[in-house]
């Protein structure tokens, strides 16, 4: 069993930055790729990035692309997402998960998830 904690979100103004993290918790976090996932109101979850547990591969969506990073600490189990340059189309829940490493680091969909966390709302006003 895998735990992810998220925090970090919140309310923030078009053109502002945001930083979210993820903490992990299990027996088996090394056999996990991390990824974040967002869910604006009525559209389908979709994929932001992921990064491989040992942290040396990443993939982030072209969607988001030169304004979003993930990375991960693995002292603190905690994987990060760095929002720059934030508009109101990146409005939604975020949420962390986590996933067999066999699956790769490439564009997910959410049937491919192992694990999620609960989600933190970022609201970025116009």
């Known amino acids: 069993q895998v735990q992810l904690v998220e925090s970090g979100g919140g309310l923030v103004q078009a053109g502002e930055s945001l930083r979210l993290s993820c903490a992990a918790s299990g027996r088996t976090l090394s056999s996990y790729a991390m990824g974040w996932f967002r869910q604006a109101p009525g559209k389908e979850r979709e994929f932001v990035a992921a990064i491989r547990w040992s942290g040396d591969t990443t993939y982030v969506a072209e969607s988001v692309k030169g304004r979003f990073t993930i990375s991960r600490d693995n002292a603190k189990h905690t994987v990060y997402l760095q929002m720059n340059s934030l508009n109101p189309e990146d409005t939604a829940v975020y949420y962390c998960?986590?996933?067999?490493?066999?699956?790769?680091?490439?564009?997910?969909?959410?049937?491919?998830?192992?694990?999620w966390g609960k989600g933190t709302l970022v609201t970025v006003s116009s």
């Open positions: 998960s986590a996933y067999s490493q066999v699956t790769g680091i490439s564009e997910l969909i959410p049937s491919q998830v192992d694990y």
